[in-house]
């Protein structure tokens, strides 16, 4: 019940990925990210803990597809699960058990992976791969678009209800982490907090880096 997208900037060094679904909260259960190691996403009656343990052994040196098999030994269901890992090369590999749900699929590009289940059709990983191809900028406004992409292409079968960015930098906590746990509208709804937190997001690096350069935090008593 949900498609997604991860990505890596070469120029930048950072990594992210964008995920929607008609399930409630779905970013804080299937997307992970580690500065400077990769992204992990699991999904497809999903298991959580093959996130955290993808990183792992991301950090350890593995491939991609090794890290996919190691998780496959890790998981006696994983013939359940749908997962995709994309290290900080810009590799990806991606994997759909047997059992994933309804139509579904997942697409390998240039310094991207997506997948999805549940899907109106076939072509949706392909097409977030290509907006995110095809998309220049910042890496989250990138992931954004083709998230975008992968709604318009079709999406899933039903309305999705939830949606999130979640991105590291040099910081090792997420530089972006922006979630629409419950929305009518969530894509939309996700484009609009991007748009007011990107202004906003070099100044919370600065205050956790180098605070006594930091600008004013704009609010009532702050002088």
Known sequence: MTFSVAGFCPETGMLGCAISSSSICVTSRCAFV?????????????????????????????????????????????????????????????????????????????????????????????AMVKAFESSTGHLAERLLQALEAGLAAGGEMGPVHSAGILMCAEPQWPVVDLRVDWHIDPINELRMVWHNYQPQMQAYITRAQDPDNAESYGVPGDE
Do not use: Y
């Not at 497809?44 to 996919?68: C, F, H, R, W």
């Not at 496959?72 to 269901?77: L, R």
């Open 34 to 126: 580690g500065s400077g190691t990769g992204v992990a996403l699991t999904q497809n009656v999903t298991n959580p803990d093959l996130g955290p343990l993808g990183l792992k052994l991301l950090s350890e040196g593995l491939s991609p597809e090794q890290v996919l098999e190691a998780l496959g030994e890790a998981d006696s269901d994983v013939r359940w699960r749908q997962l995709g890992v994309l290290n900080n090369k810009g590799e990806g590999a991606t994997f759909s058990g047997e059992k994933a749900l309804g139509l579904h699929a997942t697409a390998v590009g240039q310094n991207c992976i997506a997948m999805g289940n549940l899907l109106q059709n076939e072509q949706v990983p392909a």
